[in-house]
């Protein structure tokens, strides 16, 4: 949005709290090596608000002290989080920011479904830090397998990587994970290359949105390598194990978290009318229809069941064209006046936000991706897999990373591990 908006109309401040990815399908890159975080993580943009701030909720004032160039002032409230919004960093520092439009654009977070043990032993991976201490937690078993004296059981306990959901980002993060056990572990932690292991959990069928025959060829794929496919419902995270449903028993060094999204804390705290699942409510517009100049876009906003419109799927690909659509719309109600707070509550908006799916991608590892661009799960379309799609997967990436530093860095990286294996060290 920052990027489409018209310099003139509007002073852009951004209140991000996490360091952000400049491409997510990076995450499971990262946690092996093949790419390292300064090639994935997006530096901040200048001109943007002080560092790290956390939203922490809107306040629509109208009272007389508030008036503002005789405008109403809307303000949201937020304090500074630092190392990740963990407790023991700075004293936040509380601030307000005065807004005429606010777009509240702040993600989605991991579903846990409530089962005990998985925000306390599991680690998701969705920001730059948890790739990292992924990486941390994976290089640490290996080298702790080597210790003198360990037990053959927690040897194979401690290199028993477990991934939860075969969703795209599972499947990625398996492909990766096996590519970097036969590639780089069996060559430089040989001891141990007949204990590491990598077993996906998934309760119905892997990449359930993609073609039938993609999901059978990645999953050949995946068993080819070594990935352990279990068909299972996860019921409780101990320390060292997991429970399913049956009650097997799963121990694990290594334990990732990927079943899909919902709305985070801050979005159910939010009292706007909320569309299914929780997310905030938006019209065919992108606005939040209770409060004025506010709109909503990405993975934490929904259609309002009113509008009759099914649900968006939290895709990149969705979260970037209502980005583009809302800055030209923003832009064109700039132009015709309608820039400042309660200025556009009349105003004709033109043609509403229409989604059209451009198709998913996702790699395997081992040079294979699934490539299908079919609009909807029902529709007719090409599906490709094997080495051309991974090159079309690899083509495209390259031009979702945000920046030319980004970019380059990435383009690097991948070279580096071509050429010299990955980069295992442990910082
Ligand atoms: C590992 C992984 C791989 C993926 N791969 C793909 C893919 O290949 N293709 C695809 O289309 N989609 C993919 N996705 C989904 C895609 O990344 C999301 O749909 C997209 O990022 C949503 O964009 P967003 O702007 O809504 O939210 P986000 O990108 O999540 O950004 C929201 C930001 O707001 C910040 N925030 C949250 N709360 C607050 C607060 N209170 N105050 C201030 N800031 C806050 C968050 O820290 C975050 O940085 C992937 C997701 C993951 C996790």
């Not at 790419?35 to 943009?45: E, G």
């Not at 690909?317 to 719309?329: H, I, P, S, T």
């Amino acid at each position: 949005m920052r990027r489409d908006k018209t310099p003139r109309s509007y002073d852009v401040a951004a209140c991000a709290e996490e360091q952000q990815w400049c491409s997510r399908a990076a995450g499971a890159s990262t946690c092996v090596g093949t790419l390292s975080s300064a090639a994935v993580a997006r530096k901040p943009s200048a001109g943007s608000s002080p560092p790290s701030p956390r939203l922490l909720g809107p306040t629509f004032l109208s009272c007389e002290m508030c008036r503002h160039r005789s405008r109403r002032l809307t303000l949201v409230n937020c304090e500074t989080v630092t190392d990740g919004g963990n407790s023991d960093s700075l004293e936040p520092w509380k601030f307000n920011v005065a807004y005429d439009k606010l777009i509240i654009a702040s993600g989605a977070e991991a579903s846990t479904f409530g089962i005990k043990g998985v925000k306390e032993h599991a680690t998701f991976l969705r920001e730059v830090h948890h790739a990292q201490e992924i990486r941390r937690r994976l290089l640490l078993n290996l080298m702790l397998s080597d210790v003198p004296g360990i037990s053959v059981e927690e040897k194979s306990r401690l290199l028993h990587c477990v991934v939860i959901g075969g969703g795209p980002t599972g499947v990625e993060f398996s492909g990766e994970l096996s590519d970097f056990i036969i590639n780089d572990v069996h060559e430089r932690y040989s001891h141990v290359k007949d204990h590491i292991r990598v077993t996906l959990i998934e309760a119905n069928e892997i990449l359930s949105s993609f073609d039938v025959r993609l999901r059978q060829y990645a999953t050949n794929h995946l068993i080819k390598s070594g990935v352990r496919l279990v068909h299972g419902v996860v019921k409780d995270v101990e320390p060292h194990k997991i429970v399913l449903n049956d009650g097997t028993e799963v121990p694990y060094g290594l334990l990732v978290w990927s079943t899909g999204v919902g709305p985070s804390p801050f979005i159910r705290s939010l009292e706007f009318p909320k569309a299914p699942g929780g997310r905030i409510g938006v019209d065919d517009w992108l606005r939040v229809p209770s409060v004025k100049d506010v709109f909503s876009i990405g993975d934490c906003s929904g259609y309002l069941e009113s509008t009759g419109k099914p649900p968006l799927p939290a895709l990149a690909q969705v979260a970037e064209r209502q980005g583009k659509y809302l800055a030209a719309l923003l832009n064109r109600i700039g132009k015709e006046g309608g820039g400042y707070a309660n200025q556009a509550a009349d105003m004709k908006l033109g043609e509403p936000f229409v989604y059209k799916h451009l198709g998913s991608m996702a790699t395997v590892g081992r040079y294979k991706a699934l490539v299908d661009l079919r609009q909807s799960k029902e529709a007719k379309g090409l599906s490709l897999a094997g080495f051309v799609s991974w090159f079309i997967w690899r083509s495209a990436y390259l031009t979702r990373v945000i920046s030319w530093r980004n970019r380059f860095y990435v383009a690097v990286n991948w070279l580096t591990t071509l050429l010299f294996g990955r980069d295992i060290t442990r910082i």
